[in-house]
Nanobody, 127 residues
Framework: QVQLAESGGGLVQAGGSLRLSCAASGRALSAETLAWFRQSPGKEREFVGAIRRSNRNTYYADSMKGRFTISSDNAMSTIFLQMNSLKPEDTAVYYC????????????????????WGQGTQVTVSS
């Protein structure tokens, strides 16, 4: 069954904004750490940021701070990724991921720590 489902991707001009959504279901609804990753063709999957269920703290890759914001609804059944001032290099497939683990420090950015993944949503930023 579908555990995570992303939506909201699309084509946007450089400087524009997009808001991605990730709806959790099943066991993913009890995940402690939910995160966003992205992957461009020929590149490794890259950590964008994460949010913790227990305290709603958010964490970001250094390169994403200031332009990207993660939030959630009250139940944390849906998390969001608000992306502003988009650049062509932000073009990628964006994935939502989740784990029951309470991840610390650099572990949050390791995709191998996450056991639930969505199908991804394409974001294309034109110059």
């Amino acid at each position: 069954q579908v555990q995570l489902a992303e939506s909201g991707g699309g084509l946007v001009q450089a400087g524009g904004s997009l808001r991605l959504s990730c709806a959790a279901s099943g066991r993913a609804l009890s995940a402690e750490t939910l995160a966003w990753f992205r992957q461009s063709p020929g590149k490794e999957r890259e950590f964008v940021g994460a949010i913790r269920r227990s305290n709603r703290n958010t964490y970001y890759a250094d390169s994403m701070k200031g332009r990207f914001t993660i939030s959630s609804d009250n139940a944390m059944s849906t998390i969001f990724l608000q992306m502003n001032s988009l650049k062509p290099e932000d073009t990628a497939v964006y994935y939502c991921a989740a784990t029951e683990l309470y991840l610390y420090g650099t572990n949050r950015s390791l995709y191998s720590k996450y056991n639930y993944w969505g199908q991804g949503t394409q974001v294309t930023v034109s110059s």
